[in-house]
Structure formats: structure tokens, C-alpha cells
């Protein structure tokens, strides 16, 4: 019920909230909820699945739906760490822990089918990635500015510098993701594809973030295997 597990049998050693940025990608959502469960549970960790919906037929805004989830997410519990996940991705390796790294955030999607088991640019930022909350405030978490333009990756990797942290990657042997493509329209561009910057990070990420968030939250229900968040 709403997307909670705890291994049964034993004490969980990590507690992860799993986050996703969501807009009406029916056949996505049921192909990851179909995998992603045994997968967290085989690593016996406490786990819920979070899903952010955003409202209205606007700009889909990414980082921030993310920023509510983490706001959100840590009023249920204190969460070791908070798994940002794209709805299109499948892990394909058992041993790609949905932990956190201890001192820096860590890049999980290190090899994407898609690129032919690469990063589709070096300083990839994007797919799953895993943050403690501490390593989340410490860079004023996403940007709340990127509307459907995709180029939230890049600042949120310029943030991490900025805040004086390093990016970890997962070993692109364990790190390896399927990207599932429905070819469904969406107004979103292409994630994959390094965008131009239109953002001065150096300048915005004290400014813009977790500290400037704001939001409507509408409803929170839970579903049989996700929790759900909407908000305008």
C-alpha cells in the first residue's frame, strides 16, 4: 500500500525514498513498478515509491516536481537516502545498491543501452541519481526554473561543485539501465541531448532551490504500489 515496503524477516540497513517527476506516462509507470519492486526488495531495503504529478497542461518542470518530492517525502520519515529516478528507466543489475553514498552524491545511470551501455555526454547528470538529504540542502536541492527545457542535469551537476561535493559514479558494469521508448508525444525535449545553458548556476543556486520552493500541494493518495503526490 502506497508503495511502502519493509523486509518482513530482517532489520533494513537503509531506509530510500524513490522519486519520480510524472506526467501521464501510463505505459512507463506500469513497466518500472512492475520491475523496480522485487528489485528493491531482493536488496532488502525499506523503501516507498514516490510519484509527483504536476497539474494543468503547462511546461513540465522536472527538478522542481522533484524538489516537492523530497519536501514531502521527508515528512513521512528520515530518509537515508532519496533515489531521483526517471520514469523510463529499468536497472539491470541486482548489484546497483539503491543506497546512497556516504560522502558525495552519486550517479547511478552510469551506462544506458541507448549509448551503447555509455553516458550520452561526460558530465551526465541525469536518469538516477542518489542523494542523502544532507548532500540535497547542502546544494539548495534542484533549480525550480527549468520549464521543458531539460537542462536541468547540467546545473544540478555545476550545484554539487558549488557546494563544494563531487559526483561518485556506480560502475558502469553494475550501472546499467534500459531505456524503455513508447515514442509517446510529450512536449518534453530530448533528456539525452546536452542542451545550451540559459542559467548563470554560479549566480542562481543560493537563490533558487529547496529555500525558494513553492508550491499547492492538492492531493496525496496512495495507490496500491506508489504513493501519489499532485500539485499545482
Known amino acids: 500500500s502506497g508503495g511502502h515496503y519493509r523486509p518482513p524477516h530482517c532489520f533494513p540497513r537503509y531506509k530510500s525514498a524513490i522519486l519520480v517527476a510524472y506526467r501521464n506516462q501510463e505505459k512507463y509507470l506500469r513497466h518500472l513498478l512492475y520491475y523496480i519492486h522485487p528489485f528493491l526488495q531482493r536488496q532488502q531495503l525499506s523503501y516507498t515509491i514516490y510519484l509527483i504529478q504536476q497539474v494543468g497542461t503547462g511546461s513540465f518542470n522536472r527538478a522542481k516536481l522533484l524538489n516537492v518530492g523530497v519536501r514531502e517525502a521527508m ?12 520514469i523510463d528507466l529499468v536497472p539491470e543489475n541486482d548489484y546497483n545498491l539503491y543506497i546512497c553514498d556516504e560522502y558525495y552524491p ?10 551503447q551501455y555509455t553516458l550520452p555526454y561526460k558530465s551526465f547528470f541525469g ?3 542518489a542523494l542523502t538529504p544532507e548532500h540535497y540542502m547542502k546544494m539548495n536541492g534542484f533549480p525550480n526554473t527549468y520549464w521543458g527545457d531539460g537542462g536541468e542535469n ?30 509517446e508525444e510529450t512536449e518534453i525535449q530530448d533528456p539525452w541531448r546536452r ?15 529547496m529555500n525558494t520552493l513553492q508550491f499547492r500541494l492538492l492531493s496525496r493518495t496512495k495507490h496500491p504500489l506508489y504513493t501519489k503526490i499532485t500539485v499545482d
Open 75 to 86: 515528512k513521512d520519515e528520515e530518509w537515508d537516502c532519496l533515489v531521483l529516478h526517471d
Open 106 to 115: 552519486k550517479h547511478m545511470a552510469s551506462a544506458l543501452d541507448k549509448f
Open 127 to 129: 536518469g538516477v541519481s
Open 154 to 183: 547540467d546545473d544540478i551537476a555545476t550545484r554539487i561543485h558549488l557546494a563544494g561535493m563531487k559526483i561518485v559514479r556506480t560502475s558502469p558494469l553494475l550501472g546499467r539501465y534500459r531505456v524503455m521508448d513508447y515514442n
Open 195 to 209: 542542451p545550451p545553458s540559459q542559467h548563470n548556476t554560479r549566480k542562481t543556486w543560493k537563490a533558487d532551490g
